[in-house]
């Protein structure tokens, strides 16, 4: 017992187990994160060859993928040289280029994971998965079902292995048909050990087992394990633990092994020929890893480069021009999404008059908010923060409505027979209306439904309120200022204020989108961040709140206003919040700027069109528009927007700088002031936040694009909903984490470039307060450029320090009619300037 | 005369969409797509014009004699189309839905690596769809439930590059084919009953039918039976229920077409057609209604525990078509008609929107949640729910009940001929078959009473080397042979039953022959590019490097298995005009043996070309995905 206990600690191996287990919590919380977040203590390429060793995961692009990319040009051969130089030397240059460009490789990936496990059937000739993943699968989303079945688990309050012995021994026939698991099963003191003792022997290879076990079906275990952690990502909650059902699947593989080895049969490890590897084990040198790494660096650095050269340019234009506000005509706060780089763009082109800042799209309003008529109140900030307020709706309308053909009768034997008789006839006209005419239905998702306009927001705390499970409700003046303090400053807008400033939230809508919570916004925890626009907004209004931001050198005069809005990016729709709080003048303003903000949409929706087919460009905006507006509603359409499909940049310094630079929607854009933060103190809250959410972002996109069946969930049409918590293939599939294919087609997977505008030592000097955030750079799963804006230099990030850049390109060209490009191409395009 | 040719126009027109689409560029989407949405599209316009001058004309059912295939002097093969209400719902029914999905794919494929090949297969499946539904013949239909099955093999697989769609179309094929077993033995009965090819609109002659029955009440009950296990198999009605949710492998709107609307509902389709037959069976009339009966229930409860949408939605439907069993066998043939489309629309819809369930349902929850009570009360009632409960969260076993004594015999039987090796093989085979052969023409020799026993035994070497490919792990050519051979011994086994002209064998054996070849030199030439990756034990994905061999191998696999493309299809129902009345194993082994073979070359090409590739230099997918 001793021995065992040194080799195999339960508690420490089911740790290890669970940090390498996909993250993604249930559907409706679907948030994007680093795929390979297990890795990220080691440096990029390294835990790329890693991950792909161990996991048999393709990692990158595929070498022809890359020749191809040279080949068409978006590799350039100076960039190449110049890498191979930095890493390898000038002598080698030859060597590896040749090696990059011609040499052939054994590219076939293997992997250490399921080796060990695979020995039951190849020694004992028993197909463990095919016995034991349906039942497991089954009764685990049986158990955590939500909502679909009619018939619900009889399940126990005590948990998950609790309610199994309870419906094994009550049962006529149960689940296991080997009378010494039936037994193992009722034993409450039956643990992993003595299971891992029976199906494998020897301690040494049970970390090895059960890596293997569970990661011949990621979904499901990375699912538990989320679960075990976040009860609350279910709003009908289960009692479940990882261990639980990690013993639930060994009892299933001894039951199988019983029924097909008979009850005598040996262990595992008495069995092996020859030792497995360690898994966790160290990995040799792979020379086709570095040529991966050169490739993917090339690529990356030539679309850096050029977008350096060009901001370079614009940087000097900005000094030419010498552009300033006294006051602007108004002022608009967006998402730093990367959804809102063209709005913002076609909104300054339309609207020379206005300014733009980008943030984090919550309005730094840490919140919950609890509709009106909901039994359950929803987190709207980003994921890591934990919100100490409630905000409560009132005077709102029914925003739900009921669509029978989900109903429970249908599935019923006289319901079925009535139902199917008489609104099957109804199925057969709305079937084609929504093919023929898609619309409105109770079906689809509509980010305007996350509050209602014509509501009432507890924004205001109450003196002597009670607090609401443990939140309290609403804000006092003080912890108003608070907030609105640090969302001004941090975007560097503290004087200057125009009449008007809206503050623009986003969401999105969709139909038949089970992915639909990763298409609003992010910094909202996957919801619509109308109700963050609005309370910020409120606040910004509060009189006794511009007092106290106006002893914190931040003074609004006393005609600003501020008006809460919501951007639906897939329509590309826009609702404003309190309109009739607006004064005479601002109303008039507002309606007048109706127009402009009609007009934007418009645009931008042209500009998106570019991307999907079966649009014809072309046309007058307006009318595309509207085209654009029925894919949120087309029951056949899997891709109503490509979401953060691009994404690539991500730019933290003043709009004036990089405003004429055109990135075709492939850059998050964070404003920020860098002669309001000399120590950095707002820097670091802007990059504590880009790093996961950006950073995230990206690297879902990066991984769900390289490797879509292993790291992704491969395509979204046939997917199967489970238990309304996830998807999978199929009857008997397992769950699919990641991003569907439709969502990455176009993406290219090159990892964020963060272009800070501050001086370099302030910048290090943030970066290292805070270790988490610093990991992300020092191991480059984040790239980072900073220009110092007092000598206008570049320094690039590298293995701790800045080192000087220079920039290789030609200057971009300037683009003078965006349209035309815009109707012609329907490919990522290159860097340009604009003149705005 | 004119409605003959609107009558073949709905055949010739998927036809003809179908050959098209064989030779667009699989880049050209728009083209795919269109070619499939006016095919589709003029089809219904020239099914609902026609049917409301039919109707307009008083609705009288019509039979048309179209083509003869085959015709001498002791047997006609014809093509023969049958028109009345039953065919006018199933048109417009299934024309309707498929030009929704014809659209509806347009979009959704988009960017989809298998866009021609979905198109391509969806237009074959409407074709196969309207031959069946328009069948006038047995032999018609055959044709056209024989492409159903293949359409349903390359949809499920549509995504062959992972395991379970693969494993599941193979098992899926399965149980329809082995459900052809009751449609080709009451084919085989109905011969000896008429003598002839009968048509449906014959049955339709209640003195005919009923004279005939009179004196041959046992065969009238033993082809409603097979009749009856045919329809069971095709709408998985009980036992075979469980192959429809691991169906719904393929794209959303292919599943929502097939094993959602028209596919599922063809065993309602054959009982209806062949009603006046056994309508005066009262066992028969029974017998189908406690099938639908049992079914109807059984499926209902699995469908309530069920905790994924769309295994839920074909549980749901398996139960709804329960019901139509038993409004059939009460005779409410139009009744059921009209449950048959409202479920068909019903189910297409719930299952096109079944992705929206889960912001639907959220939603419904997040704000009319109510915590479930939770019981702790252990009396009798809830003991026996919780067996329920578990009994059918099991699926009432019937997928395992399938596989272990269904399939797994066979390959129990397979194992008992395991002497016969790829090193032996012509040194056992040829001198057996020649030995045969010499017994065939020294009939003179053998005793009287062994000869009548001969026919049946030749044909079990053939069903023995037919088990043996199914059950045959090693080697592909062993397995493609031993069912090359087995058509052989069919011939051989047949040939003692009297004269049988040399021209008749050769239409037999044509397809089987040519399609042996070229699937030899497939074999070959794949052994020869993959020498490490040939066997059977596993599925190894060379359809990823070997598209057009693939391609081949399946087409020579038709061939093999008496697919309505080579004239081997007419020599198999010629074959069975010469099995007497009274040989019933002969006739059973012949059955099984075509059945099994087609199974078995399915195998042999799924194993070899689908599931993840077995090369890993570029990523594949997880085998549980």
């Known amino acids: 017992m001793l021995v065992e206990k040194m080799v195999f600690s339960e508690h420490e191996v089911l740790h290890q187990l669970k940090h390498y287990l996909p993250a993604q919590a249930p559907l409706k919380d679907f948030i994007h994160h680093n795929t390979l977040h297990a890795f990220q203590h080691l440096p990029f390429h390294e835990a790329l060859q890693q991950a792909s060793e161990l996991f048999g995961y393709q990692v990158y692009l595929s070498l022809p993928d890359y020749r191809e990319r040279y080949t068409q040009g978006k590799i350039r051969p100076e960039m190449i040289a110049r890498l191979i130089r930095e890493k390898k030397g000038q002598v080698l240059l030859e060597e590896w280029t040749l090696k990059l460009l011609k040499k052939e490789y054994d590219t076939t990936l293997s992997s250490r994971i399921g080796a060990l496990r695979a020995s039951w059937k190849e020694l004992a000739h028993v197909n463990l998965n095919k016995d034991v993943h349906p039942v497991l699968f089954r009764v685990s989303s049986a158990y955590l079902d939500q909502g679909i079945a009619l018939w619900k688990f009889p399940r126990l309050e005590s948990g998950f292995l609790a309610s199994l012995v309870r419906l094994e021994s009550k049962a006529v026939r149960g689940v296991f048909r080997s009378s010494r698991v039936k037994k193992l099963l009722a034993d409450p003191d039956t643990n992993l050990t003595q299971l891992l003792k029976i199906i494998v022997g020897d301690p040494q290879y049970y970390k090895n087992y059960l890596f293997d076990m569970c990661f011949s079906h990621p979904g499901w275990s990375g699912m538990i394990s989320i679960l075990e952690d ?73 679309y850096y480069d050029e977008v350096l050269a060009g901001f370079q340019k614009a940087i000097s234009w900005h000094k030419q021009k010498g552009e300033k506000f006294e006051r602007a005509d108004f002022q608009a706060l967006f998402c730093i999404d990367d959804r809102s780089c063209s709005t913002r763009r076609n909104l300054e082109a339309l609207a020379p008059g206005c300014q733009t800042f980008g943030t984090a799209g919550h309005f730094n309003v840490a919140i919950y908010f609890q509709p ?41 034997l006289v319901g079925g027979w009535i139902v199917s008789q008489t609104l099957g006839f109804w199925s057969a006209i709305k079937m084609a209306v929504g093919i023929f005419r898609p619309s409105e239905s109770p079906a689809m998702v509509s980010s305007f439904k996350h ?239 880009v790093a996961p959410v950006c950073g995230g972002i990206n690297l879902e996109y990066y991984f769900s694009r390289v490797d879509n069946y292993r790291l992704g969930a491969g395509s979204k049409l046939p997917h199967n909903v489970v238990g309304l918590i996830g998807v999978a293939n199929g009857m008997d599939g397992d769950l699919r984490p990641g991003l569907p294919m439709q969502m990455i087609n176009i993406h290219e997977p090159l990892r964020l470039l963060v272009i800070v505008e501050q001086q370099p030592e302030v910048v290090l000097k943030t970066l290292k307060a805070d270790t988490t955030t610093y990991e992300w750079f020092k191991n480059g799963w984040v790239n980072l450029v900073v220009t110092d804006p007092e000598t206008d230099r570049m320094y690039r990030f590298m293995d701790g320090e800045f080192e000087p850049y220079s920039v290789q390109s030609d200057e971009p060209g300037v683009l003078d009619k965006l349209d035309d490009l815009i109707e012609t191409e329907s490919e990522s395009l290159p860097v340009y300037l604009i003149n705005v | ?29 728009v083209t795919l797509s269109k070619i499939s949405f006016y095919t589709v599209g003029i089809q219904l316009l020239l099914a609902l014009g026609f049917s409301v001058k039919w109707l307009w004309d008083g609705g009288e059912s019509f039979n048309i004699k179209e083509v003869s295939i085959y015709d001498s002097e002791e047997y006609r093969f014809l093509i023969d189309f049958y028109f009345d209400k039953i065919t006018v719902v199933y048109l417009i029914v299934g024309a309707f839905v498929s030009f929704l999905i014809t659209r509806y794919s347009a979009y959704y494929l988009h960017m989809e690596a298998g866009y021609k090949r979905f198109f391509n297969t969806i237009l074959f499946f409407f074709l196969a769809y309207n031959f069946t539904v328009l069948a006038g013949n047995f032999e018609t239909l055959f044709i056209g439930w024989e492409m159903l099955g293949i359409s349903s093999f390359l949809l499920i697989a549509f995504y062959r590059e992972r395991y379970l769609p693969v494993r599941n179309a193979v098992k899926v094929f399965s149980i329809y084919r082995i459900g052809d077993v009751g449609i080709l033995l009451a084919m085989w009965a109905m011969h000896h009953l008429w003598h002839d090819n009968i048509t449906f609109s014959r049955l339709y002659d209640y003195d005919l039918v009923h004279e005939q029955l009179q004196g041959h009440s046992g065969i009238g009950i033993f082809i409603s039976l097979c009749l009856l296990g045919a329809a069971a198999a095709k709408s998985a009605q009980l036992p075979f229920s469980s192959w429809l949710p691991r169906a719904m492998e393929g794209p959303t709107p292919s599943s929502a077409i097939f094993y959602g609307s028209l596919s599922v509902h063809f065993g309602v389709f054959l009982l209806l057609r062949t009603h006046p037959f056994w309508e005066h069976q009262l066992v028969v009339r029974i017998l189908i209604g406690l099938l639908g009966l049992s079914t109807a229930i059984i499926a209902f409860l699995i469908a309530r525990v069920q905790s994924t949408i769309k295994t839920q939605i074909a549980y749901a439907s398996i139960s709804q078509i329960g019901i139509m069993f038993i409004e059939v066998a009460l005779g409410f043939e139009t009744l059921a008609l009209f449950h048959f489309a409202g479920n068909a629309f019903l189910r297409t819809y719930q299952l096109l929107v079944s992705p929206s369930v889960v912001s639907y349902m959220i939603r419904d929850q997040f704000y009319h949640f109510e915590p479930e009570e939770l019981s702790y009360k252990d009396t009798l009632f809830r003991r026996l729910q919780r067996s329920f409960y578990l009994l059918s969260l099991k699926e009432w076993n019937l997928d395992r009940f399938l596989s272990k004594y269904l399939f797994r015999s066979f390959k129990v039987l397979g194992k008992k001929v395991d002497f016969i090796t790829p090193k032996n093989f012509f040194k056992v085979m040829i001198p057996a078959y020649l030995l045969g052969l010499a017994a065939y023409w020294n009939q003179s020799w053998i005793p009287f009473w062994l000869l009548g026993y001969l026919p049946e035994f030749f044909s079990f070497i053939g069903l023995m080397l037919v088990f043996k490919s199914f059950s045959e792990r090693k080697h592909p050519w062993l397995a493609w042979t031993l069912v090359w051979m087995s058509h052989f011994w069919v011939v051989l086994a047949v040939s003692f039953n009297e004269k049988f002209a040399f021209s008749h064998t050769l239409l037999y054996l044509s397809g089987v022959v040519i399609g042996g070849i070229i699937g030899i030199i497939a074999l070959k030439r794949l052994k020869k590019l993959e020498p490490d990756w040939y066997n059977l034990n596993t599925y190894y994905g060379h359809v990823y490097e070997h598209p057009a061999l693939a391609n081949i191998f399946l087409i020579a696999a038709l061939c093999m298995m008496g697919f309505p493309i080579t004239a081997t299809f007419v020599g198999e129902d010629l074959i069975y005009s010469h099995i007497h009345s009274t040989q019933f194993f002969l006739a059973n082994f012949i059955s099984l043996g075509y059945v099994l073979s087609g199974i078995s070359l399915m195998r042999i090409y799924a194993r070899l070309f689908l599931g993840p590739h077995c090369k890993t230099y570029h990523s594949t997918p997880l085998g549980s995905s």
């Open chain 1, 451 to 689: 509050m209602d306009r014509s509501g009432k927001l507890s924004v205001r705390h109450v003196a002597g309120e009670m607090n609401e499970k443990g939140l309290q409700v609403g804000f006092t003046p003080e912890e108003m200022a608070d907030q609105m303090e640090g969302l001004l400053k941090s975007i560097g807008l503290i004087a200057n204020f125009a009449p008007l400033v809206y503050i623009v939230g986003h969401g999105a809508s969709s139909i038949n989108n089970t992915h639909y919570a990763g298409y609003d916004c992010g910094a909202c925890s996957g919801r619509a961040g109308s109700v963050n626009s609005r309370v910020a907004a409120y606040m910004l209004n509060q009189k006794d709140v511009r007092e106290i931001l106006g002893t914190r050198g931040i003074n609004i005069p006393e005609d600003t206003q501020f008006l809460g809005a919501l951007h639906d990016t897939t329509r590309d729709e826009i609702e404003f919040y309190d309109v009739e709080s607006l004064s005479g003048s601002n109303s008039s303003l507002y309606v007048e700027n109706m127009l402009i903000w009609e007009e934007t949409l418009d645009k931008n929706a042209k500009e998106r069109s570019r991307r999907f087919l079966l649009h014809d460009s072309k046309d007058e905006a307006a009318r595309v528009h509207e085209e654009v507006k029925l894919r949120a509603l087309s029951l056949f359409e899997p891709r109503p927007e490509w979401n953060h499909a691009t994404n690539t940049l991500c730019l933290i310094g003043r709009r004036e700088v990089n405003k004429h630079l055109f990135l075709d929607r492939r850059a998050f854009l964070n404003s920020y002031d860098y002669r309001l933060d000399p120590d950095g103190h707002w820097l670091l809250g802007i990059l504590k936040a």
């Open chain 2, 1 to 29: 005369m004119e409605t003959k040719y609107f009558i073949a126009s709905f055949v010739l027109v998927p036809l003809f969409g179908f050959l098209t689409s064989l030779f667009i560029s699989a880049k050209n989407e």
């Open chain 1, 372 to 412: 009106e008529h909901g039994k359950f109140s929803t987190k709207v900030c980003p994921a890591p923060v934990t919100p100490k307020y409630l905000i409560k709706e009132t005077e709102a309308g029914i925003r739900h409505k009921k669509d029978a053909h989900f109903h429970r009768h249908s599935h019923g």
């Open chain 1, 230 to 302: 976040q009860p609350d990502s279910l709003l009908d909650k289960r009692n479940i633990q990882f261990r639980e059902f990690l013993i639930f699947e060994l009892l299933l593989e001894i039951d199988s092994l019983d029924r097909h080895l008979g009850d005598d049969w040996k262990p595992l490890s008495e069995s092996l020929s020859e030792v497995p590897p360690p898994l966790l084990g160290p990995i040799e040198y792979a020379e086709v890893f570095e040529v991966y790494a050169l490739w993917q660096e090339a690529l990356e650095w030539t």
